[in-house]
C-alpha cells in the first residue's frame, strides 16, 4: 500500500513538471506569434489624450492646428466624445500662450465637428451672463427693500 501511495505522488511530480514545460512552451510560441505579425505584448494603441511621441508612433498620419486658446481643458471633454486621439503641445517664447493640437489625419473630420462643437459652447458661454454680476445689479435695490421693511415694522412697534 505504501509503495502504491509513492508511486502515484511520483506519477503526480512528473505529470505536474510536463504540465508546466507544455504552458511555458505554448506562451512563448504566442508571444513569438504575436510578435511577428506586429502586435507586440506591449503594444497598447491609445486613446483620447496623448503624447505626441505616443500619436506618431502609431502610424496614421498627423496633422496639427494652432490654437490661442488658454482654456485648453474645455476642448479635452468635447474631443473624448468625438473620439478624437490628439496631443496638447505647448509653444513655448510666446506672450500670448499659443498651443498646438496634433491628431490623426484620419480624424479630421471628427476634429472638425469637435471643434464647431467647442466654439459653439465658447461663445454660448461668453453670451451667457455672469450671476455674481446679476447679483451684484440686485444687491442695491434688495438692501433698499429690507431697509425699509425695518423702519415699517420699527413704526408698528412705537404705535
Do not use: W
Amino acid at each position: 500500500m505504501q509503495e502504491d501511495v509513492e508511486h502515484r505522488s511520483v506519477t503526480l511530480a512528473i505529470k505536474g513538471a510536463k504540465l508546466t514545460e507544455h504552458a511555458l512552451r505554448s506562451a512563448i510560441k504566442k508571444l513569438l506569434a504575436s510578435q511577428k505579425n506586429g502586435k507586440g505584448a506591449t503594444a497598447k494603441i491609445s486613446h483620447g489624450k496623448q503624447s505626441v511621441k505616443q500619436l506618431i508612433g502609431q502610424n496614421q498620419g498627423i496633422a496639427n492646428i494652432e490654437i490661442n486658446d488658454q482654456n485648453i481643458r474645455s476642448f479635452e471633454s468635447v474631443a473624448r466624445k468625438y473620439g478624437v486621439d490628439f496631443a496638447v503641445k505647448k509653444v513655448r517664447g510666446e506672450s500670448p500662450p499659443k498651443y498646438l493640437v496634433f491628431f490623426k489625419a484620419r480624424d479630421a473630420d471628427a476634429l472638425t465637428a469637435a471643434f464647431k462643437e467647442y466654439s459653439a459652447k465658447r461663445v454660448q458661454k461668453s453670451k451667457r451672463p455672469s450671476v455674481l454680476a446679476q447679483l451684484r445689479k440686485m444687491r442695491p435695490p434688495a438692501k433698499d427693500k429690507v431697509a425699509d421693511c425695518v423702519k415699517k415694522k420699527a413704526r408698528e412697534q412705537t404705535r
